[in-house]
């Protein structure tokens, strides 16, 4: 191999060679872009169930992919399949796929339809606490492989490598909001190995759901200001709140360059480092001095071969939340010193809200076609910027700026984080 | 196989099930001599037996009770058994090791309230509006730290909390084969260079009504009484006694290893998974293409009982591997489902690091060996889905 497919520790460079996403904003990179640099706004009042008497009534839903039923696991795997579909024919690629498969999934439960209707074919109650009992005995009398099947971590996996002939046994993993970008990880990490010249990285959820929101909600976590919704998610701003729960799928296929150029496709640009750190402070918060954040972004640097002058963009994890947007400003002013005030610095979920187990991918694909238009998406409803938080959030309105690199963060609920280093292709 | 830097050996084995807590009480079952006796529990969950945990001191490994407090039992299992092979492998109190260690935990999810879902379902019944109900009795009945209990990916990030291990976390979902690819990932790294020693592993809780339920769903479970499990009656359920089990591995390259002075039980020479259709002998030639060119003397198969999948290993096993010694470990610990594979890896290292032979758990199916092994391998055929190896050796 030739050591212009080689990066700086002489590993092979990971070339990304097909992008699909969905978010609130609509299906496909081109509807999405438009919106995403037109400062559009995804987030909308709920309609997939009931909220009154709910704090919060507001999110980023998908609604507009049809599944044959509505929970999670067919949203999950219908926004999977396409964003798939749609990066393999950027890619150029047909046929079995013959790579892996890393997906970034939401972990599943029974829906409460399911358990309803189990109730409802069960005998009545004879004590309290005892519905598992007689859902168990309804199940003896009939059981009922699709309710398996649907509460199986690696359900939508098997679909998605039955339908694109992915290679040897998927991965499905979780590391919470930092999940889109660990996928991403595992790919470059498999053909750095030299286990695979490609790989199929995908993140996914489509898990919002009455339960899904109250329980963030008990957790003070989201925004409760729902009125006018599109309004709700300001990060970086003194009035953030919360963040706003959302759903959307972001496919990547990645390559070795080597591999890329050899079949004469045309490649978006480079996944050039990865870094992940956990944190061990606490369930629900990082660190208050950043530490993890910052491990995480000095290992993702380090592992780019980049330093901190060549960052030209920071596709921010930006949140919303009180806590998170100031630890990681914290985190970004101790990698990036006085430069940080220099270096542009938005976050996509004001426009489409937090999209959780798909974030770090949906991201992924904005920070790169960040650098393929030289167009830095803004930080919409920044109105009232948060004085503790000196940052240049592109505010408001998109900006025309060419970008070599770009990093991208995520940093998980439960103490995982991962950054990426996002670049354009070797001259 | 010539020894190389970057070999992935086991340094620590953290195994904690029905059978008790820690090596010694698995290797009595091991090599006692003697035809191993499961523990069940066939009362509590009638008509299903499940193999129980052992009465564990939690405060062994998680000292803390606010820490205890915030997770349900299989959050504490796992963190429990995580603590253990940590231990066992000379890691625990090593604050720079744990730092930059990685870890892949199997996860599948945390604990229902089961008595939140019954009051629900059962007010249900009684009204129209369900889902106005719901967001009523969620909003005031949900406890914030049941939610953290089961969130998946929590299980590592209590372990990062309880026992510092932050190098990376990640969490690997999908049932026996969320165990497989932690394995398999966590040892490609290392060969690869990327990684130098890592946590392992996953946890299993078969004492829930909610697991229990979901492989009621496709009737998979053996009611009634424990059976050997290569002999379950066909007419008595689908072939599955599940049990708890927290299975985690210390993985390091061997240059990593030799240089701390380490223990190491055995080598993992092969490690891989695969799946698809299994109809037609498919399962049967995706595991003689990941088997290939290997020969053993030791399977420790961590078949889930299915009967259908139960026979059709045995009956590949038996023609592959006609001298092998064939061991069903989940007909002893029960099956664990996301702690299966790890649970066997630990079992096959100690046998390899032992090189005693290793009784047989049920003398009618399983031949007695006369000889420790040098080569192991371990199967765990996904009840569902998904098949997973591991080719171990013996360290000489």
């Known amino acids: 191999m030739s050591d212009k497919f080689r990066d700086h520790l002489g590993r092979p460079i990971v070339a990304v060679t097909g992008m699909g996403v969905i978010t609130s904003l609509g299906q496909g990179l081109e509807d999405n872009w438009k919106a995403l640099t037109g400062g559009v706004s995804g987030i909308h009042d709920i309609t997939r169930f009931p909220v009154n008497n709910l704090s919060t009534r507001i999110a980023g839903t998908v609604d507009f992919i049809e599944v044959p039923f509505s929970n999670a696991v067919e949203r999950s795997y219908a926004m999977a399949r396409e964003t798939t579909v749609e990066a393999l024919a950027q890619a150029g690629l047909s046929g079995d796929f013959d790579g892996p498969l890393f997906l970034a999934a939401p972990p599943v439960e029974p829906e409460w339809s399911a358990r309803f ?141 080597e591999a890329a150029i050899a079949r004469g496709a045309k490649v978006y640009g ?82 489409i809200g937090h999209t959780l187990t798909a974030a770090g991918a949906v991201e992924a694909v904005f920070s790169l076609q960040t650098i393929l238009t030289g167009t830095l998406p803004p930080t919409i409803n920044y109105q009232n910027p948060d004085p503790a938080i000196e940052l240049d959030v592109v505010p408001n309105t998109k900006r025309s700026q060419q970008v070599q690199a770009v990093l991208s963060n995520s940093f998980g609920f439960g103490g995982q984080n991962a950054s990426l280093v996002l670049a354009a292709e070797p001259a | 196989m010539a020894k190389s830097p970057n070999d992935v050996v086991v340094t620590g084995i953290g195994l904690a099930s029905s ?66 092979a940590l231990d066992d492998a000379g890691f625990k109190d090593d604050a720079e090791a744990c730092g930059t260690m990685d870890m892949i935990v199997a996860a599948g999810g945390g604990e229902r309230d089961i008595n939140v879902d019954s009051l629900i379902v059962d007010e249900a019944l009684k009204r129209n509006d369900r889902e106005e109900l719901l967001n009523e009795k969620l ?48 040892a490609a790294r290392i060969r690869a260079g990327q990684s130098t020693h890592a946590l392992v592993g996953g946890a299993f809780i078969a004492e829930r009504l909610d697991i229990i339920l979901m492989v009621e769903a496709i009737k998979g479970h053996q009611t009634g009484k424990w059976e050997p499990i290569w002999a379950r009656d066909r007419s008595a359920g689908g072939g599955m006694i599940m049990g708890t089990v927290g299975a985690f591995l210390i993985l390091e390259s061997r240059a990593h290893a030799e240089a701390r002075g380490a223990k190491i039980y055995a080598v993992i020479d092969r490690v891989e998974g695969d799946r698809g259709n299994r109809a037609e002998g498919r399962m049967e030639k995706r595991l003689t293409r990941m088997l ?36 069903g470990y989940g007909g002893m610990l029960g099956h664990s489902v ?59």
């Open chain 1, 117 to 257: 209707a189990l109730a409802d074919r069960a005998e009545p109650s004879s004590q309290p606490g005892d519905a598992y009992n007689r859902f168990l005995a309804a199940m003896r009398v009939r059981p009922d492989a699709e309710f398996h099947e649907a509460v199986l971590f690696g359900s939508i996996s098997e679909r998605l490598a039955d339908k694109f002939g992915t290679r040897g046994l998927p991965v499905t993993l979780s590391t919470a909001c930092a999940s889109g970008a660990t996928a991403i990880q595992l790919g470059v990490e498999a053909i750095r190995q030299g286990r695979t010249v490609r790989a199929l990285t995908v993140a996914t959820d489509g898990s919002v759901s009455a339960e899904a929101l109250i329980r963030f909600s008990l957790l003070s976590a989201l925004s409760t200001q729902n009125d006018p919704p599109e309004k709700a998610s300001k990060p970086f701003t003194k009035d953030r709140d919360g963040f706003v729960i959302a759903e959307g799928a972001a496919t990547l296929v990645l390559e070795s360059l």
């Open chain 1, 270 to 351: 480079i996944v050039r480092g990865c870094g992940e750190k956990a944190d061990s402070f606490h369930r629900t918060r990082s660190s208050p001095d950043g530490g993890p954040a910052i491990a995480t972004i000095r290992a993702a640097l380090e592992d780019a071969g980049l330093s901190e002058e060549g960052v030209g963009y920071i596709n921010a994890h930006g949140t919303s939340t009180p806590e998170n947007d100031k630890m990681e400003y914290g985190a970004m002013l101790s990698v990036f010193g006085e430069r940080l005030k220099s270096i542009p610095v938005s976050s996509n979920k004001s426009m």
């Open chain 2, 19 to 84: 059978l008790g807590v820690g090596r010694a009480a698995h290797e009595a079952m091991l090599f006692s001599g003697t035809l191993p006796q499961p523990v069940i529990e066939t009362e509590k969950f009638a008509p299903y037996p499940v193999h129980p945990l052992v009465a564990v001191d939690w405060s062994e490994q998680i000292p803390k009770r606010g820490d205890q407090r915030q997770m349900e039992n299989w959050q504490r299992l796992g963190v429990f058994a995580a603590g253990l």
């Open chain 2, 139 to 186: 909003t005031t009945e949900l406890r914030p730290t049941l939610f953290l209990a089961q969130l998946s990916n929590l299980l590592a990030g209590n372990i990062s909390i309880v026992h510092k291990v932050t190098g990376s976390s990640r969490t690997f979902m999908g049932e026996e084969g969320a165990g497989v690819s932690a394995v398999e990932t966590a």
């Open chain 2, 292 to 327: 290939d060119g290997s020969d053993i003397s030791l399977v420790l198969s961590g078949t889930s009982g299915f009967h259908e999948l139960a026979k059709r290993e045995k009956s590949y096993l038996e023609e592959r591997f006609p001298n092998a010694a064939i061991r």
């Open chain 2, 338 to 396: 996301e702690a299966q594979f790890t649970a066997g890896i630990a079992l096959a290292a100690m046998a390899l690091a032992a090189h005693k032979p290793v009784a047989p758990f049920d003398a009618d199916h399983e031949k007695p060996m006369t000889k420790g092994a040098d080569q192991a391998l371990v199967t765990t055929i996904g009840h569902q889905r998904g098949e997973g190896i591991a080719l171990l050796a013996a360290n000489s």
